[in-house]
Antibody, heavy 119, light 107 residues
Framework: EVQLLESGGGLVQPGGSLRLSCAVS????????MSWVRQAPGKGLEWVSS????????DYADSVKGRFTFSRDNSKNTLYLQMSNLRVDDTAVYYC????????????WGQGTLVTVSS | DIQMTQSPSTLSASVGDRVTITCRAS??????LAWYQQKPGKAPKILIY???NLESGVPSRFSGSGSGTEFTLTISSLQPDDFATYYC?????????FGGGTKVEIK
């Protein structure tokens, strides 16, 4: 069974930093592109970042570029999202998601972790 | 960036109704379009990929059509479990973008 489990969310002050993790199981992690998608309270879905299967390539939404860093450890089946210089509008539930092979939709999602940026 | 526009934003319907949701892309995405269902407090769930392919395990009352810039999600006979919010998403090119969502409510 495919499982994705996010952790690391919480309350942080504006300008602060936080690192999210996503532990995965049930599939060959090193074969898949993975992504983060977020959802602000009461709002729609927003793609944040994607990382290639080997971790060599990343893409970011303009809203987080230069502040967030997406990485992965294929030996630990874990994703990391390092978030810095956080802003109030980064407040959201952050989901990790698997990109289906060979096409590119998100076929599996974690349950999400809430990040609240507030003073 | 490609903009995805869904309509309507809210839809009131009854059990048994045929429901259609539209998604328009600001430029062609070919068939690189997915539809997701999301219920309150839950992660999104894939329904349709590559515009018209039904994800395994998804009931056949869901169908998708379209290509290029115009797409539709149809629920042939709305069931109580289908009251939720639906999102389209293009995955032709980064940045990946979602539509604003369509909330299907009980009439």
């Amino acid at each position: 069974e495919v499982q994705l489990l996010e952790s690391g969310g919480g309350l942080v002050q504006p300008g602060g930093s936080l690192r999210l993790s996503c532990a995965v199981s049930g599939f060959t992690f090193s074969s898949y592109t993975m992504s983060w998608v977020r959802q602000a309270p009461g709002k729609g879905l927003e793609w944040v970042s994607s990382i290639s299967a080997n971790g060599a390539s990343t893409d970011y939404a303009d809203s987080v570029k230069g502040r967030f860093t997406f990485s992965r450890d294929n030996s630990k089946n874990t994703l990391y999202l390092q978030m810095s210089n956080l802003r109030v509008d980064d407040t959201a539930v952050y989901y990790c998601a698997r990109t289906a092979l060979p096409v590119g939709h998100f076929d599996s999602w974690g349950q999400g972790t809430l990040v609240t940026v507030s003073s | 960036d490609i903009q995805m526009t869904q309509s309507p934003s809210t839809l009131s319907a009854s059990v048994g109704d045929r429901v259609t949701i539209t998604c328009r892309a600001s430029q062609s995405v070919s068939s690189w379009l997915a539809w997701y269902q999301q219920k309150p407090g839950k992660a999104p769930k894939i329904l349709i990929y590559k515009a018209s392919n039904l994800e395994s395990g998804v009931p056949s009352r869901f169908s998708g059509s379209g290509s290029g810039t115009e797409f539709t999600l149809t629920i042939s006979s709305l069931q109580p479990d289908d009251f939720a919010t639906y999102y389209c998403q293009e995955y032709k090119i980064y940045p990946l973008t979602f539509g604003g969502g369509t909330k299907v409510e009980i009439k």
